[in-house]
Every structure is written in C-alpha cells, then in structure tokens.
T-cell receptor
Framework: EPEVTQTPSHQVTQMGQEVILRCVPI?????FYWYRQILGQKVEFLVS????????KSEIFDDQFSVERPDGSNFTLKIRSTKLEDSAMYFC???????????FGPGTRLTVL | AQTVTQSQPEMSVQEAETVTLSCTYD???????LFWYKQPPSRQMILVIR??????QNATENRFSVNFQKAAKSFSLKISDSQLGDAAMYFC??????????????FGKGTLLTVNP
C-alpha cells in the first residue's frame, strides 16, 4: 500500500541553524501539506501546496519557513533560522485532491537546543 | 475560520464496552468534511472515519461510527466492542475548501482514550 514517507525521523539542531525536513508524498497525489504538533498540543496547519506553489499558509508559517518541491517526488520544509519554539513534530500529508483523506507521514521530531 | 472543540481531554472504557467521544465544530462554510484521526504512541496519524457534511447518513467503519448532527454542529465518535489496540489519542478535524479543491484540516485538542482490560 502506498504511503507517505518522511526523513529524518528525528532531527536535533542548535538554535539559529537551518533545517530541511523531507517528505515523499504518495506518487499520484497532487496536494501536499505540512502540519506541526508541539508536544502535548493539537496538530496545527502550516501550509498547503499545489501545482508548484503555496495554496494557503497559516500565520505560523512566517518568513523563516519555506517549502519546495525540488523534483517530481520530494516535498521539503525548510526552517531558515530555528528557534526553541520550533521544537515539535512535523507531519507531511498528501492527497489526490478534494476532500479525500489526507495521508499523513510518520512525522519528523525536531528538537531545537 | 473553523474551530473544533473536544471537551473531553481523557476518557476510559472497559475492553468490549462502548465509548463515545465528543466533538463540536464551527464553520461558516456549507461545503466541509469531518474526520476522526487516531494517534497511537508512535504519533502516526491514522484516519478512523470521514463524514461529508452534505450527507445525512452517518458514516460507519466496522466498530467505529459517528453521530453527525449538522444543525447542532456536533460530530461524535462511537467505538463499539473496544479493544486494547484502540487506546490512543483521538483527534476530531474539519476540512474546508481553501480554494481549488485544497482542503486544510483544523484539529481539536484531542481526547486520550484508555482501554482497561
């Protein structure tokens, strides 16, 4: 069964460093999303991406964040200068469009020291 | 903007019994969808059940069913014959069209379900 994959599973970084979180969505999906979940809190929408551009972004997704689909398979989230409060689980999701199920990846746990 | 409220931070149920998790939502959209996701300790997000707002019939998936009350903006999840593997955090979520068939999800704070043997 096709699945969304994410790498790495756990990333530890120093405050101020840049990190890139990687996702491989399901191959025939067209819509891609990033969500984050701070430990013990709810899952929050960050950004959606379609047709090689951002469709919508939340107020969390400020200038420190960017997304890219560098090739036909990967979908990345970059945080330019990490802050302590960026520590969270980051989930990538994809779907084929419409209100179909969003398939979530296993998440990347980001720890900023 | 959408809001999703789960008023039960924790619930517990005896194995083989039935439990209902509550969820209310608020949206100004007429076209939206509702979901229950399960998050076990691994933190993987797993879809449990999905409901289209335009459908009056409540969705059912094996032991999982919903009670969708559109006028009351209520969307509860019933788990029948609870199993130990059902123990997890359960998130209620709503999805509305952000434009171009792009549906972002808004999640509630979750309900932690414990299943007692």
């Amino acid at each position: 069964e096709p699945e969304v994959t994410q790498t790495p599973s756990h990333q530890v970084t120093q405050m101020g460093q840049e990190v890139i979180l990687r996702c491989v969505p399901i191959s025939n999906h067209l819509y891609f999303y990033w969500y984050r979940q701070i430990l013990g809190q709810k899952v929050e929408f960050l950004v959606s991406f379609y047709n090689n551009e951002i469709s919508e972004k939340s107020e969390i997704f400020d200038d420190q964040f960017s997304v890219e689909r560098p090739d036909g398979s990967n979908f990345t989230l970059k945080i330019r200068s990490t802050k302590l409060e960026d520590s969270a689980m980051y989930f990538c999701a994809s779907n084929g469009g419409g209100a179909g199920e969003q398939f979530f990846g296993p998440g990347t746990r980001l720890t900023v020291l | 903007a959408q809001t999703v409220t789960q008023s039960q931070p924790e619930m517990s149920v005896q194995e083989a019994e039935t439990v209902t998790l509550s969820c209310t939502y608020d949206t100004s959209e007429s076209d939206y969808y509702l979901f229950w996701y399960k998050q076990p300790p691994s933190r993987q997000m797993i879809l449990v059940i999905r409901q289209e707002a335009y459908k009056q019939q409540n969705a059912t998936e094996n032991r999982f069913s919903v009670n969708f009350q559109k006028a009351a903006k209520s969307f509860s999840l019933k788990i029948s014959d609870s199993q130990l593997g059902d123990a997890a955090m359960y998130f209620c979520a709503s999805g509305e069209d952000s434009g171009g068939s792009n549906y972002k999800l808004t999640f509630g704070k979750g309900t932690l379900l414990t299943v007692n043997p």
